[in-house]
């Protein structure tokens, strides 16, 4: 049973030219060094705060394997203490308890599982994942972090779409860093 409450968001950071990491999966385009001297700044305290209002991620494999890589390397892992449920069907490493593993059909565990469970539901990627999650109706709301590069080729923000998805734009931010935030509702009528 589908929680009212409950929210569905799915974010990325994103190259101009729509790319979330290269082809071979790389992200290290993500530190750029632009300056855009009339943007905001991020504030550490606000992202902190920010994070503790997400009460659990969801995310495909890759993007998991990608995030286990960046902690073997000492990056740390980006997901904190909340749940995080990773889409697989393969038999993969657990790194802590918060980690859940889920197969099958998603229209069924975000609306029967997750949105009775939690308020606030933050896809994390990738493109195979976000694409699944708008393809079958599950998202209300998209955020698309743009930084200032052009990569010219690499893993799409969404892969395949099979159909238009109307979208209204509900905030507009830009940072010192040259990063501009967008914020979509996505559109049910
Ligand atoms: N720039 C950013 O903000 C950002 C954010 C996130 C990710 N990324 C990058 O994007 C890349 C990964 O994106 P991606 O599009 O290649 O892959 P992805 O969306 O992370 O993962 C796709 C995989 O998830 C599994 N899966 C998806 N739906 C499933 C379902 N309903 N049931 C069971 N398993 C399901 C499948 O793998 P199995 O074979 O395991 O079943 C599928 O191949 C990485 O390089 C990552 O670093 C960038």
Redesign the pocket.
């Known amino acids: 049973m589908a929680n009212a409450d409950s929210h569905v968001t799915i974010h990325?950071?994103?190259s101009l030219d729509g790319f979330?990491?290269r082809k071979d999966?790389r992200?290290d385009w993500?530190e750029t060094s632009d300056e855009f001297a009339g943007g905001d700044t991020m504030d550490p305290a606000f992202v902190e705060a920010f994070l503790k209002t997400i009460d659990c991620y969801v995310?495909?494999?890759?993007?998991y394997e990608?995030a286990l890589r960046f902690e073997a390397q000492g990056f740390g892992w980006a997901y904190g203490d909340t749940p995080t449920f990773v889409?697989?069907?393969?038999d993969l490493p657990r790194n802590r308890d918060t980690v859940e593993f889920h197969?099958?059909d998603?229209a069924r565990f975000v609306n029967e599982r997750l949105r009775p469970a939690f308020r606030t539901i933050w896809f994390?990627?990738?493109?195979?994942?976000s694409a699944?999650c708008l393809r079958l109706g599950l998202a209300d709301e998209v955020r698309y972090s743009i930084l200032p590069i052009l990569i010219g080729d690499g893993?799409p923000f969404f892969?395949k779409l099979d159909r238009d998805v109307a979208l209204h734009l509900a905030e507009v931010k830009a940072y010192k860093s040259g990063m501009v935030e967008l914020r979509y509702d996505v559109r049910t009528e």
Request: charged fraction near 15%; avoid cysteine; charge should be neutral.
């Open positions: 990325m950071a994103a979330i990491a999966g992200v993500l995310m495909g494999s890759r993007t990608t889409l697989t069907t393969r197969s099958g998603l994390a990627g990738g493109g195979a994942v699944e893993i892969d």
